[in-house]
């Protein structure tokens, strides 16, 4: 199964979410990428994953243009539609789904209040993704 995770800067949701998946199921082939991507991983997105176990500090923000030719089972957009565009993917796609989630990358406050943001996002990636490889095995 070949799972893409798509958003605008591939630098904390899309990146979070394929940790999620790759823990689930090391089988899967799961790639993630954006329209727009930021220069690195959110050092605040490595930290709340490495917390409960999972490491992506390995992981950068490619540019979706690199998978265009490439055949995908899943094509996942994570933005929140709220507040920003999802791009869309015009590869070869079996099935095309959107999970939205805010971006706590804006999050603002101090501190705390920003890891806070982070957390939370983090475990409702955790829970709808959990969900979403639960109906796929």
């Given at each position: 199964?070949?799972?893409?995770i798509l958003c605008t800067g591939n630098s904390c949701r899309s990146q979070m979410a394929e940790g999620f998946l790759k823990s689930f199921d090391p089988g899967l082939e799961v790639y993630s990428a954006g329209t727009n991507p930021s220069a690195e991983v959110h050092p605040k997105a490595i930290q709340v994953m490495k917390e409960i176990g999972?490491?992506?500090?390995?992981?950068?923000p490619k540019n979706v243009n690199q998978f265009l030719n490439d055949s995908f089972d899943?094509?996942?957009?994570?933005?929140d539609n709220a507040k920003e565009t999802c791009p869309v993917f015009l590869g070869?796609?079996?099935e095309q789904l959107h999970i939205g989630f805010e971006d706590p990358a804006e999050a603002t406050g101090?501190?705390?209040?920003?890891?806070?943001?982070?957390?939370?996002?983090r475990d409702e990636i955790k829970r709808d993704f959990d969900k979403f490889y639960k109906s796929i095995k």
């Open positions: 199964m070949k799972i893409l999972i490491d992506i500090s390995n992981g950068y899943y094509v996942i957009t994570v933005c070869n796609v079996k101090t501190e705390d209040e920003i890891l806070s943001k982070f957390r939370e996002i």
